[in-house]
């Protein structure tokens, strides 16, 4: 079992960076791949980007491929979520996942956190 709390959300300007952070419980972490998935208002939940377990095997979704990085780190048991260049279209909640494998797809994961928001004003 492993519990995930998202972090680092909030409300910025078009253009801004934001870090979000993952926090993983349990002594596993660097057994799972790990992902980023959103979801805005009324939409389905839309993959991000993924790390496997050892930091490699990285995916982005076309929409954010050169604006954000994903990176973690198993001594803290943290996954990271750097946005760059913000835009309005990436304002959503925010959630990370652990899973078998670096998919682009949410059935791939098992351990989902609660999400933070973010907000990107034009």
């Known amino acids: 079992q492993v519990q995930l709390v998202e972090s680092g959300g909030g409300l910025v300007q078009a253009g801004d960076s934001l870090r979000l952070s993952c926090a993983a419980s349990g002594r596993t972490f660097s057994t799972y791949a790990m992902g980023w998935f959103r979801q805005a208002l009324g939409k389905e939940r839309h993959f991000v980007a993924s790390?496997?377990?050892?930091?490699?095997?990285?995916n982005y979704g076309d929409s954010v491929k050169g604006r954000f990085t994903i990176s973690r780190d198993n001594a803290k048991n943290t996954v990271y979520l750097q946005m760059n260049s913000l835009k309005p279209e990436d304002t959503a909640v925010y959630y990370c996942?652990?899973?078998?494998?670096?998919?682009?797809?949410?059935?791939?994961?098992?351990?989902w956190g609660q999400g933070t928001q973010v907000t990107v004003s034009s």
């Open positions: 790390i496997g377990r050892s930091g490699g095997f990285i």
């Open positions: 996942a652990a899973g078998r494998g670096s998919y682009d797809y949410t059935d791939g994961y098992d351990y």
